[in-house]
T-cell receptor, first 117, second 112 residues
């Protein structure tokens, strides 16, 4: 069965420090990968998605970046965190199909609670 | 402007009551998904609806996709404390290559 691992679960970082959140998927090949951010008790904002190694699409311009060094690894980074970067970050994967893949169900990790102080 | 509006934003009811949560848009969607999220966890898919007018049942949960594929509803019969969570709808815009758009969510609390 497929599993998705996201770490760390919680993180407290000072303003101006770097960030690296990692997400790995097991049990599936060539998945679409996603990073979302969620404000408390609210909907999800898509930050980045990837349809393959080295292929990153950014939905929202900001001081965050994403990388996909391996097929099942997705990394969210920042060189200098801002207070506004605080939030709940979720990684997700979906099956990659030819044609219309954007309505495939998403499978989420358990998220990282980031607090920038 | 939120593409998908969910209502109500918060809902607190007693165990055994029925409730309906709405997901509305002025845009047409090729499909719509419902997720439930518990605190500190990621959302979990409940159902996907793809056909206008479609009704799907999952035990005490009934999902409906509007005839025009612009809206959806989730009805829970005889709610239980285990139904507590954040309910999110997410849609794939018809004729668009954009990724899923999520609604703002409905926080449901079922009191014992």
């Amino acid at each position: 069965s497929q599993t998705i691992h996201q770490w760390p679960a919680t993180l407290v970082q000072p303003v101006g420090s770097p960030l690296s959140l990692e997400c790995t998927v097991e049990g599936t090949s060539n998945p679409n990968l996603y990073w979302y951010r969620q404000a408390a008790g609210r909907g999800l904002q898509l930050l980045f998605y990837s349809v393959g190694i080295g292929q990153i699409s950014s939905e929202v311009p900001q001081n965050l970046s994403a990388s996909r060094p391996q097929d099942r690894q997705f990394i969210l980074s920042s060189k200098k965190l801002l207070l506004s970067d605080s939030g709940f970050y979720l990684c997700a994967w979906s099956v990659r199909r030819s044609g219309r893949t954007y309505n495939s169900p998403l499978h989420f990790g358990n998220g990282t609670r980031l607090t920038v102080t | 402007t939120q593409l998908l509006e969910q209502s109500p934003q918060f809902l607190s009811i007693q165990e055994g009551e029925n409730l309906t949560v709405y997901c509305n848009s002025s845009s047409v969607f090729s499909s719509l998904q419902w997720y439930r999220q518990e605190p500190g966890e990621g959302p979990v898919l409940l159902v996907t609806v793809v056909t206008g007018g479609e009704v799907k049942k999952l035990k005490r949960l009934t999902f409906q996709f509007g005839d025009a594929r612009k809206d959806s509803s989730l009805h829970i019969t005889a709610a239980q404390p285990g139904d507590t969570g954040l309910y999110l709808c997410a849609g794939a815009l018809s004729g668009s290559a954009r990724q899923l758009t999520f609604g703002s969510g409905t926080q449901l609390t079922v009191l014992p």
